[in-house]
């Protein structure tokens, strides 16, 4: 089965508030957006992925994406991570009621296509199932299968929100790039241990220039 990845990226003025410790607010939006374009490119090159289909209402990212490949949609709703995600699959279900959907996070700048590909082939086997994050808290991949209605509940505790609701855990070892999201400073840290990107390299030489 061949996956199609739903990405969400919100506007980038606004991302990454939490690593403000160590990039300026200047800064932020480029490493952002080079988490995100680091994520798009290696879920591209995944042998179980389709295509992808970035959500957002950032006219950058939205270039930026588009470029590597990706298809963007507009996050008409404007009503928060969940709503975007729905409003997207709903638009790549119109043309292909059929198809196998993923939400990814965008802030996998470490991600591997073949640890990726690992959990998207265990997802194959549940209706829906979900990966939680490097910290047990969170979640960085949300699959529903084809015929099956995605319902995200990212945010806050999504992965017992995602448990509560019926999605299967996946518990797997040696996916560490497919779990480490980036919210914090140590968490970029643990990203640049596993080798990031060639963008995110890039943004981190940049922070330290700047003394970060």
Known sequence: ????????????????????????????PGLALAFAQDTVAAA????????V??????????RELAELGAHIVSDEPQGGL??????????????????AVAALNADLPALRPLELARVLDAAVEFPRAFLPDVAAIGTTLLAARKGTELQPAFGTDSRARHRASGAVELVLDAVDSVRQDVDTGADL???LAL???PRTAAQAARLLLYGQ
Do not use: F, I, Y
Request: contains cysteine.
């Open 44 to 51: 591209l090159a995944c042998p179980a992925v389709k295509d």
């Open 82 to 99: 969940n709503a975007a995600l729905a409003h997207a699959v709903a638009v790549v279900r119109a043309t292909r009621p059929e198809s």
């Open 189 to 191: 840290r643990a990203a």
């Open 1 to 28: 089965m061949q996956w199609t990845l739903v990405v969400p990226v919100k506007p980038l003025e606004r991302a990454k508030s939490r690593l403000s410790d160590t990039a300026a607010d200047g800064l932020r």
């Open 53 to 62: 289909a970035v959500v957002t209402g950032d006219p950058w990212a939205g």
């Open 195 to 197: 080798g990031v990107g």
